[in-house]
C-alpha cells in the first residue's frame, strides 16, 4: 500500500505540466546530444546544470536524468545508420546493427532498440525503485569508516574497470583527488593552495572542470581529424519489427535488463560495460554464435537493454549512499547540492516528492522517448548530416555561456579552458577524464571520512579492517589492485 | 614509450611540488590529521604510482596507445580555437555579449574550415541573438553589457 501511494506522490510530482515540459526538453536534448557525436551526455548535463539554479529542484533533476537516458536511445541510432556510435555506450550496438542496416534491415533494427530499451529502462526504473530505499535504510548505520572504504572502493572499481591502463586511471583518480583538496579544507575551513584567488577559495567547480574535460577536449580532438562523416543512404521502413525478431529478441532484452541493471550499480561506466558484457553473453548463449557481426538482431537487443537497464541501476548509490559512481553521476550530486539537497541515506525519507517524482518521472521519460525514436527518426537523421563546421562552434559558444552563467566570473573559463587542453593532451597519451571527475567529488567525502576515522579511533588504521562492512570493502579494494597484477604473471608464464 | 616517461616524470615532479606547497600547512597528528594530512598522502600516493607507470613502461609491460597523427591543418584549428576562446574570455566584459559572440562564430567558423564570408556572417549574426534571446530573455541569466551598450 504504502508503494502505491509513494507512486502516486511520484506521479502527481512528474505530470504538473512544467516538470512535463522539463522532462520532454531533457530527452529531446538527450536524444539530439546522442545522435551527435562531439558532445557526449556528460558535456550536456555539465552545460545544462548551470542552467538548472532557477529551477525547482525536481524539475532539475528530471530534466538532467532525461538528457542521461535519452542519450542513450540516440546514441544507438547512429550507430546503426552509420557505423558511429554517439557515445561509447552504443559501441556494440554498431557491430550487428550496422551489418542490420546494410542488408535494408535498419527499420528492425532500430524498432527493436528503441523498444527494447523501452523495456528495459523500465525494468531498471522499477528495481531502482525497490532497491534504493532498501540500501537508504542499511546505509543509516555507516560511520565514517564505511564511507571511506566506500570512496576508495569505488574509485578503484573504476580504475580496475577501465578500458585503457589501470595505473593511468589510477593516476587519474589521484590527480582527481589533489584537485578536490583546493580551496578550503572541509573540517577546519583553512584555505589550502588557492594562492590569494578568490575563485580557487571554493575549490574547482564541477562544470568548468567537467566542461572542459568532456565537452572542450573532444571537440578538439575531433577538430584535429576533421573529415566527412558519410551517412549511410537507406530508407526506413517497417520499423516494427516482426514477429520473428521479437521471437528472438524477447530472451536477449530480458536477460540483459536484469544483468544491465545490476552492473549499473556498480562503479564505473556502468552502461558501457553493461553493453559489452550482454553482447558476449548473448553470444555465449547463441545457438549460432558464429553469425554475430553479420547482422543478427540478438546483438542488438541484448546491449541496447543492458546499457538502459544500467542508467536506471546506476542511479541507486548516489541516491541511497550518497556516493556518485560515475563522471555523470558527480554531476547529478553536483545538481542536488546546488539547491542544497543532500544525496544519501537520508534522502529519500527527507524527499520523498523528489525521489518518487524522479522515478515517475523517468517512466514519462521512456515513453516520450518511444515516441520521440521511433517517428522522428529521418529528422535525428537530418540533424546527423549537420556539417560538424557549424556544429563545433556551436557546442563551443554553450560551453563558454554554461560556465560564465554560473558565477558571472570569467576565470572559470579560463579553467574550462585550461581542462580542456590539458584533457586533449593526457587522452592522447592515455589518460581518460572520468576517474578524474569522480575523484574530484568524492575528493572532500574522502577527506572527511578519513579524518573523522582517525579521530573516532585515535590515529589507529585498525579501525578500517575491524569493522565488517568496512572490511569486506578494503578486501575488495585489495583485490581489484592485486588481481591485475596476478593475472599479467600468469600470461607471463603460460 | 616516450610519452609515458615524460607523463611520469612531470607526475613525479608535481608529486613533489604538492608535498613542499603543504608542508606550509599544519599537518596535525595521526590522531588527529589536520589540513596538510590529505594532500602530503596524495603527493605520495602520486608518487607512488608515478614510479609504477615508470617501471611499467621500461619493462615494457605497459604497451602505450598510439595516437593518430595530427597534421598541420589539424594542429592550425585546434590552435585557432584555443586562441579565440581564450579571447571570448578577455572580451566578454569589456565588448558585452552580443558583439563578442558574434566574433566567436565569425572567427570560429572561418578558422575551422573557409567558408564564404556571407554564410559565416550570416549564421554569426543568427547565433548571436538567438543565443541572447534564449538566455537572457528565456533563462534570465545575466549576460554582460559591453561599453556599447549592447
Not at chain 1, 502516486?8 to 522539463?22: C, D, E, K, R, Y
Not at chain 1, 558501457?272 to 553470444?283: H, L, N, R, T
Request: proline share 6%; glycine share 12%; hydrophobic share 55%.
Amino acid at each position: 500500500m504504502d508503494l502505491l501511494t509513494n507512486i502516486g506522490l511520484g506521479f502527481s510530482v512528474a505530470l504538473t505540466p512544467i516538470n512535463l515540459l522539463f522532462c520532454f526538453l531533457g530527452t529531446l536534448v538527450g536524444t539530439l546530444v546522442g545522435v551527435l557525436p562531439g558532445l557526449g551526455p556528460v558535456g550536456a548535463v555539465a552545460f545544462l546544470l548551470s542552467l538548472t539554479f532557477k529551477m525547482e529542484p525536481a524539475s532539475a533533476i528530471i530534466m538532467l536524468a532525461g538528457i542521461y537516458y535519452g542519450a542513450m536511445y540516440g546514441g544507438s541510432t547512429t550507430s546503426i545508420l552509420v557505423n558511429i556510435p554517439g557515445e561509447t555506450a552504443s559501441v556494440v550496438t554498431c557491430l550487428d546493427g550496422y551489418q542490420m542496416a546494410r542488408q535494408g534491415r535498419a527499420g528492425a533494427a532500430l524498432g527493436i532498440s528503441a523498444f527494447g530499451s523501452f523495456i528495459a529502462g523500465t525494468v531498471g526504473v522499477i528495481g531502482l525503485m525497490f532497491l534504493a530505499p532498501l540500501l537508504g535504510r542499511a546505509a543509516l548505520s555507516f560511520g565514517p569508516p564505511e564511507y571511506f572504504a566506500l570512496t576508495l572502493t569505488g574509485l578503484t572499481l573504476v580504475a580496475y574497470l577501465t578500458q585503457g591502463s589501470m595505473i593511468k586511471a589510477l593516476i587519474m583518480a589521484t590527480l582527481g583527488l589533489l584537485a578536490g583538496t583546493v580551496g578550503m579544507d572541509p573540517i577546519s575551513g583553512e584555505e589550502r593552495f588557492a594562492y590569494g584567488t578568490l575563485t580557487l577559495r571554493d575549490g574547482f567547480g564541477l562544470v568548468p572542470v567537467a566542461m572542459g574535460l568532456f565537452g572542450v577536449a573532444e571537440v578538439i580532438e575531433n577538430l584535429a581529424y576533421l573529415g566527412s562523416q558519410s551517412v549511410y543512404e537507406t530508407k526506413i521502413k517497417g520499423l516494427l519489427p516482426n514477429l520473428q525478431d521479437w521471437k528472438d529478441s524477447a530472451k536477449p532484452i530480458a536477460r540483459g535488463s536484469v544483468l544491465g541493471f545490476f552492473l549499473g550499480i556498480l562503479p564505473g561506466p556502468g552502461p558501457v560495460i553493461a553493453s559489452f558484457v550482454a553482447y558476449a553473453m548473448e553470444k555465449r548463449l547463441s545457438p549460432y554464435p558464429e553469425k554475430f557481426g553479420t547482422g543478427v538482431i540478438e546483438g542488438v537487443a541484448g546491449p541496447e537493454a543492458a546499457n538502459n537497464a544500467a542508467t536506471a541501476g546506476s542511479f541507486i548509490p548516489l541516491l541511497s549512499l550518497g556516493i556518485p559512481t560515475s563522471a555523470i553521476m558527480a554531476l547529478f550530486m553536483g545538481a542536488l547540492m546546488i539547491h542544497g539537497i543532500q544525496p544519501g541515506p537520508l534522502f529519500i525519507a527527507k524527499y520523498p516528492e523528489l525521489f518518487w517524482g524522479f522515478i515517475a518521472s523517468m517512466y514519462v521519460g521512456n515513453a516520450m522517448l518511444l515516441v520521440l525514436n521511433l517517428p522522428l527518426i529521418g529528422m535525428w537523421v537530418r540533424v546527423l548530416k549537420t556539417p560538424y563546421v557549424i556544429l563545433c562552434p556551436l557546442i563551443l559558444l554553450f560551453c563558454l555561456i554554461g560556465v560564465y552563467s554560473l558565477n558571472a566570473n570569467v576565470v572559470e573559463i579560463t579553467i574550462m579552458l585550461a581542462f580542456g587542453i590539458g584533457g586533449f593532451i593526457l587522452r592522447r597519451v592515455g589518460f581518460e577524464g572520468a576517474p578524474f571527475i569522480l575523484a574530484l567529488v568524492l575528493g572532500p567525502i574522502m577527506e572527511t571520512s578519513l579524518r573523522q576515522s582517525l579521530l573516532i579511533s585515535r590515529g589507529n588504521f585498525g579501525i578500517f579492517v575491524t569493522r565488517p562492512i568496512c572490511a569486506v570493502l578494503i578486501a575488495l579494494t585489495v583485490a581489484f589492485l592485486v588481481w591485475p597484477v596476478i593475472g599479467r604473471k600468469k600470461k607471463r608464464e603460460s | 614509450m616516450r610519452s609515458n616517461i615524460v607523463v611520469a616524470t612531470i607526475l613525479l615532479a608535481l608529486a613533489g611540488y604538492v608535498f613542499l606547497a603543504a608542508s606550509a600547512l599544519p599537518f596535525g597528528t595521526l590522531r588527529v590529521p589536520q589540513t596538510a594530512f590529505f594532500p602530503k598522502t596524495l603527493a605520495l600516493l602520486l608518487a607512488v604510482l608515478s614510479l609504477v607507470l615508470l617501471a611499467e613502461t621500461l619493462t615494457g609491460n605497459e604497451t602505450p596507445r598510439r595516437s593518430e597523427r595530427i597534421d598541420t591543418s589539424g594542429w592550425f584549428r585546434i590552435g585557432a580555437t584555443l586562441v579565440t576562446m581564450a579571447g571570448f574570455a578577455l572580451a566578454l566584459e569589456p565588448l558585452g555579449y552580443l558583439v563578442t559572440t558574434f566574433l566567436l562564430m565569425v572567427l570560429l567558423l572561418r578558422a575551422i574550415e573557409a567558408q564564404s564570408w556571407r554564410k559565416v556572417i550570416a549564421i554569426a549574426l543568427a547565433t548571436a541573438l538567438i543565443s541572447y534571446a534564449i538566455f537572457a530573455w528565456l533563462l534570465g541569466v545575466p549576460l554582460p553589457v559591453g561599453v556599447l551598450g549592447l
